[in-house]
DNA sequence: TTTACGATTAACT
DNA sequence: GTTAATCGTAAAG
């Protein structure tokens, strides 16, 4: 198991399955809530359904930190949604994390989310920041300094992919990973298994 | 300044 | 399976 740093750097996809079997955690105060990663979207600049491809804007600087910060955006007028910064110097890139298998405060989760159904608690991205309580305070945060860290936790035993979810362009790059058989990854858009 | 739309979710038929 | 909710952002005027 390759450390967080290590896997930062790693070129977009490979970040983006490295990161599967990583454990997320946000602490807020006295509250700690957190998951295995079990989903991931990877971002670049050259890829046209990225918030990065046409250059850096307003909403999008975060991406362009160095490797390790939190982007945090808000879509639809509703839902948070939150991305690792990956590459080496400001390249644009980033990891979309679109699913979370619960391990830790998963009665604050279930408070936060309104629901008791452990299945659906982090199940898609929007879900993941609301059980986390992540938000847009804490867009550009550094991850391993401070409220929000990314321990190791397992390795995989099989990772799948497939196209991403929920964008009109590149539909065909296989820019989604998962884990195989996972019960807690969003399964819309009858992808392949 | 105005307009169209989105890396979605939850509710409903 | 289909559709409404809801507003910040980017692109156009």
Request: proline share 5%; net charge positive; glycine share 10%.
């Amino acid at each position: 198991m390759k450390d967080l740093e290590a896997i930062l750097k790693l070129p977009n996809a490979e970040a983006a399955k490295a990161l599967l079997g990583m454990e997320l955690i946000h602490t807020d105060g006295a509250t700690t809530v957190g998951g295995v990663i079990v989903e991931t979207e990877a971002y670049h600049q050259s890829d046209p359904a990225s918030h990065t491809f046409r250059g850096k804007s307003r909403r999008n600087a975060t991406m362009y930190e160095p490797a390790g910060a939190l982007y945090v955006y808000f879509s639809y007028g509703i839902h948070w949604c939150m991305n690792v910064v990956t590459g080496s110097a400001g390249e644009g890139e980033g990891v979309l994390i679109r699913a979370l298998e619960p391990t830790r405060g998963i009665e604050t989760a279930m408070q936060r989310r309104k629901t008791t159904d452990l299945h659906r608690l982090m199940r898609g991205p929007a879900c993941v920041t609301q059980a986390l309580g992540i938000n847009g305070k804490h867009d550009g945060l550094k991850i391993n300094q401070g409220q929000v860290k990314i321990v190791p936790h397992n390795v995989p035993k099989e990772i799948s992919s497939g196209p991403r979810i929920g964008i009109s362009k590149a539909t065909d790059l296989p820019l989604r990973f998962w884990i195989t058989n996972n019960p807690f990854v969003s399964v819309r858009g009858g992808i392949m298994k």
